[in-house]
């Protein structure tokens, strides 16, 4: 049987390392080039994605691209006092497994870990989708597939093709998020700093492997911009508006902005799909449920979700009238969880007012003068991620697993 995914990132990889192990014949579509090296912001993974990584053989390499980022310095907007905490107090109350990792690391240990046995297209995209599973390319000839999967995110080119335009099914969630690639001397070993205040959030961190620093912006609007994604002069001038005047650091840091080697800019929305499966096809990660960029354990959620779609297919036998609604009913309440997280992590992260800012910073400190088990206790009760994450389970599906040869070819 012949399975299609459209994009080379974190679910399609992960996706594709398992439908191989169930024994599924596999081809991967990549728009870019090669391995997207775009200068990506850390990504956590909790308890089940690390789980997920361990049964594939690939947590060790994960571990040792920690950033190792163990303190927090938060500066509050104003007169306020920088507050410190060590960040394995929050990380640990989070989840009972938890690492912090850079996203384009992490893609490549999962494509590493599925290159030789499944094929690459590089540089090519989908342009066309028949029902039948008949697809066509912009540069490779046409192919048929049994079925389609789409795992290219949250501007989705299979979601536009199957289900419409993005804009049917986004929620803006008021906010907007920028990446920045810095030179590593502006970074700190082991430290994120952050400067909050109303309405906007930046903070810079540093990666222990890298020689390179990254900058996180996330400020508030009461509408989403209009920008078009490739226009990359504009999305750098709304940044620069936004936080002008904001802190001689911050400023210092968009001084860059001109010189980064990479940089990333969108708005922080949430996809809401009844349902994102259709006929062959079917979306997984932020192309079928992004509960918000950088506030909504999308890593995570992306993870599990490719495990239990190539799961199911596997109980299915393939027949994805059966296993498209049983993965659907198995994500369902994960996806409304990170929504939840995502709703109320952005209003965390990026305070709507003066008593927003001082209720973070006055936390901050609470956690930092606790002791660890007192810290953790607290924060199990205060944070939603917490309870969200450490209770997603999903099915052994592995248990089944052998490395059996592909069905067809």
Known sequence: ???????????????????TRHGFSVTVVERAPSLRKTGGHAVDLFRP????????GVLPRVEE??????????????????????LSKIFDAASDRHVEVMRDDLSEIYYDATRDDVEYLFGDSITDISPDGDVRFEVSP????????????????????????????????????????LPGTFGRDGELLIHVGVGRTAGMYWARHLDEARALFLFRSDHELDYDHRDIPHQKSLLRTAFADFHPEVAHWLTEL???????????TQLR?????????????????????????????????????????SRADGNHEVAFPAYERAMANHIQGSREVALSAAKTLVPTSRLGVSALVQATRLISAL???????????????????????????????????????
């Open 1 to 19: 049987m012949r399975i299609l995914i459209s994009g080379a990132s974190i679910a399609g990889p992960v996706l594709a390392y398992w439908l």
């Open 49 to 56: 994605a690390m789980d997920i990584s361990e049964k594939m």
């Open 65 to 86: 691209r920690a950033t190792g980022t163990s303190r927090m310095t938060l500066c509050p907007e104003g007169a306020g006092r920088p507050v410190r905490v060590d």
């Open 142 to 181: 046409p192919r048929h597939f049994d079925l389609v999967i789409g795992a290219d995110g949250l501007h989705s080119n299979v979601r536009r093709l199957v289900f419409g335009e993005e804009s049917d099914f986004t929620n803006y969630i008021g906010a907007h998020l920028a990446v920045l690639t």
């Open 258 to 268: 001109d010189h980064t080697p990479s940089f990333y800019f969108d708005s922080i």
């Open 273 to 313: 799909m009844t349902t994102w499966s259709k006929g062959r096809v079917t979306l997984v990660g932020d192309a079928g449920y992004c509960p918000g960029p950088a506030v909504g354990g999308s890593t995570t959620l992306a993870i599990v979700g490719a495990y239990v779609l190539a799961g199911e297919l």
């Open 371 to 409: 002791p660890a088990a007192p810290s953790r206790a607290f924060l199990r009760l205060t944070t939603k991620s917490a309870r969200v994450f450490n209770a997603m389970t999903v099915d052994d599906y592995a248990q089944s697993t052998t490395p059996a040869s592909p069905r067809s070819r």
